[in-house]
């Protein structure tokens, strides 16, 4: 069987059915999936067409599964590059234009020569022009203002920003269980791209995501979530 572990990943839900996490997407290897089904530590909710053998049986590849127990949920996110985009919703913090992620840069709000440390609350998004513009100098010094104060996200805050950006090549199946705003238009069957292909590049880009490594460098934001995104 050519199945790679990138292939056919599943969806993984908490016993409430929501997703264990939607940033980076909580996502198995078919391997794991399958591993946990048969130590029935999960409920299969919806499958693949693909199907693996073993000598002793055939089964169709899961898509969707919920664990059996709940887990408690961190309700604090990690501080990391991506969440820290996400919270600013891919902005520049200074002139509040939104760019093409690898134009933005983390800025030290008070730089680090100064004291200034690398917090949630001392850090933003800024874009190259304004990060180089800004220096090594506090936004006072140099006449720039912050677009809004920066802060800790709880969970639902980033969810919500989130939303807007939902990720690239979702398999039809996990569709029902995510609440990404704007789903219903790449809802179509026509859109529905095969699984094993999607699949793989969603799970490529998260494993980089999950592994601290910034996006792709090729890659714009909307080109890593897969979809166009509008300045409002
Ligand atoms: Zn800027």
Redesign the pocket.
Known sequence: MGLSASTCPALVLNADYRPLSYFPLSLWSWQDAIKAVFLDRVNILSEYDSVVHSPRLEMRLPSVISLRSYVPVNRRPAFTRFNVFLRDRFR?Q????RFATEELTFDHVVPRARGGTTTWQNVVT??T??NTAKGARTPEQCGLTLRSVPKAPDLTELQEAGRHFPPGNLHPSWRDYLNFAGLSEIRSDEDAVDGALAAHTTLRAIQSEAQGRAFPRDMTEGEYWGVQLEDD
């Open positions: 520049c200074y002139c509040g234009r800024a874009c022009a304004c």
